[in-house]
């Protein structure tokens, strides 16, 4: 980094230099590639980050109080985090659904020292985002810029309230993009080396103009908990979504395909004697879904989804999850070594509350199959209702609501239906019970 700024203060000298021997232009000093502030003597972001920082807040989640109070119930700080205001005018305010979760009552501390309760509109699992509201005069917003185009070596600032500290910025680089396999079910994550520590969950991921590119979520530690250089933020094409559907709907309404899609790995490579590992296998296909009309079939390899590569089958959940009914995804496949290309329409989630394909079934979130041993989950997308009740790939499913079940149709037809059903099923030779809601 050290390296890339002298870099760009020789070529702002240089030119500086050059100026009254050519023109008398201040265009020059706009085409630095870092800012450089004359008056000072310095080089900065400060004028273009200072406009984003008053619409960074500390988000407080009070919930119930544990052993004995003073009041009755009264609520007290269980957690904390940061928020990135994103609409002033409607006091929206962004954070993560971890940050609010298991609490009663939410306040938001701003930069100028004032405090406002806010009321939660919605939250969503699976992108870990959550949005508040407060009612506030004089607020800030950040801008928001679209996510799509960053490239990896962009700057990029986290701002928040790490580790008991009042708001704090921390600068670092875009290291990479569409990462996945953190274990929720939207995974297309920015990532960046800029410091992210407990307390900044929540807050914004900025580039160097002060606009938001995403929300911090989370990150990798190599022990204790600190910061590794490794975080990640869910990326703003993703978060503007959400937002959206849950200021609408109070809750995500996700499209789908009927399509079930399972990870390539290492291991499922070598199985389909591939020689790539990256890329979501098409499990099955249900009968008269968008997928089959598309001409997909089992055992297709999609390698990228709307010009964008494909890690695993997160990846293609995180575009079809934020298309709007009735719009058109294309793909990009491999079968039998072939490559083919398919436009997917996207149909509402309500059209499918259990999808069903010749080999698998999809419902809940689960995705099950017959195996030798009976039925068997093979993926839970995470953040969905079978990953909240703590079903796991590698359950045996032996019977729901107390009813045997043996083979798919039946299965498909126990869980169909919007009431809660409890399966016991056999995980690690021990029998459990998973109540799905």
Known sequence: MRSIIRAGGLSVLALVVAVPLLTATPAVA????????????????????????PAVVQVTT????????????EPRPISSGSGAIIDAREGIVVTNNHVVEGGRKFTVDMTDGRIFDAVLIGTDKATDLAVLKIEAPGLSQIDVV???????????FAVGYP?????????????GMGRSGMGDRIEDYIQTDAAVNSGNSGGPLLDSRGRLIGINTSILSGGGGGNDGIAFAVPSRILMYVVAQLREHGEVRRGTTGAIFGSLNAQRSRDLGLGIVRGAVIEDVAPGSSAEAAGLERGDIVTRIQNRPVSNAGTVAATIGIAAPGAQVEVVYLREGREGRAA?????????LVTVGPDAVMARGAAMRAVADGLQVFSVEGGSAAA???LQAGDLIRSVDGRSVSDLGGLAAALDGDSGRTLSVTRGGETAEVVLP
């Open 62 to 73: 009070l919930g119930q109080s544990e052993g004995p109070s003073s009041g009755e119930n």
């Open 344 to 352: 997917l329409t996207v149909e509402t989630p309500s059209e499918r």
């Open 146 to 156: 679209n996510s799509d185009s960053l490239r990896t070596g962009d700057l990029a």
């Open 30 to 53: 706009q085409q630095s590639p870092v800012p450089f502030d004359a008056q000072r003597g310095v080089f900065t972001f400060a004028s273009g980050l200072e406009r984003a920082l």
């Open 163 to 175: 580790l008991g500290l009042d708001q704090t910025l921390t600068m670092g680089v875009i290291s």
């Open 388 to 390: 909240a009740a703590g």
